[in-house]
């Protein structure tokens, strides 16, 4: 369904007014589902940033990846966790190795969340279910941004490798972090009763 959206007229991007909430509406606004006013917003805010985006920063992309990367991995937690799940933050470090720590971090701390709402399950299984599902929205959020710089006509070089870096580093985060989890009930595990001296 395609969302009207209105652009302020102006000579140059950099005149134009941010698009606000109110700027975008569906043709009928009570029939429009959260979901689809959340991606109508996506939408705007894409539109805005495609109209004042500066081409002389190579960190900015990486800023794309990261907003459209969280945005798929808070669509997979919805069901879960409600709505915005995961909050990104203004002015971060938007290197890949920020950029993909942000989000392996930021996503991952939903675990005991997904844990506590999935009782009786055996951790290996708890631990893959829950990363397939961020994985999901990496897959979804990596792929948007794709799409956006291309449109932008950004993706190519430096960019192009910082964001197949960022991936790589997530998908290595979110394994380092089913390891580290699998890793933490053997080190707590009491004496054995080898350990102990038999009496006689």
């Known amino acids: 369904m395609a969302t009207p959206v209105s652009v302020p ?3 140059t991007a950099a005149k134009a007014a ?3 909430a109110k700027d975008v ?3 009928d606004d009570s029939t429009m589902s959260v979901g689809a006013k959340a991606k109508a917003q996506l939408n705007a805010s894409i539109v805005q940033a495609s109209l004042t985006v500066s081409l002389k920063s190579s960190n900015d992309p990486m800023s794309v990846v990261l907003k459209t990367a969280l945005t798929g991995i808070n669509e997979a937690l919805k069901g879960q966790f409600g709505d915005n799940a995961i909050q990104n933050a203004v ?7 920020g950029t993909a720590s942000r989000i392996v971090s930021l996503s991952t701390a939903f675990y005991d969340s997904f844990k506590q709402q999935n009782p009786g399950v055996d951790e290996e ?4 279910k829950f990363v397939d599902t961020l994985k999901k929205g990496v897959e979804q959020g990596f792929g948007e941004a794709r799409d956006v710089l291309e449109g932008l006509k950004v993706l190519g070089g430096e960019v192009a490798s ?6 790589e580093l997530v998908q290595k985060g979110f394994e380092d972090f089913i390891a580290s989890r699998l890793a933490k009930p053997a080190e707590t595990l009491p004496k054995t009763d080898q350990e102990t001296p038999a009496t006689t």
């Not at 002015?91 to 190795?97: A, F």
């Not at 299984?125 to 893959?128: H, K, Q, S, V």
């Open 125 to 128: 299984t708890l631990l893959n």
């Open 9 to 11: 007229s102006s000579s």
């Open 162 to 167: 910082n964001i197949d870096k960022t991936y």
């Open 25 to 27: 509406q569906a043709r």
């Open 91 to 97: 002015s971060q470090d938007n290197t890949p190795e």
């Open 18 to 20: 941010p698009l606000q």
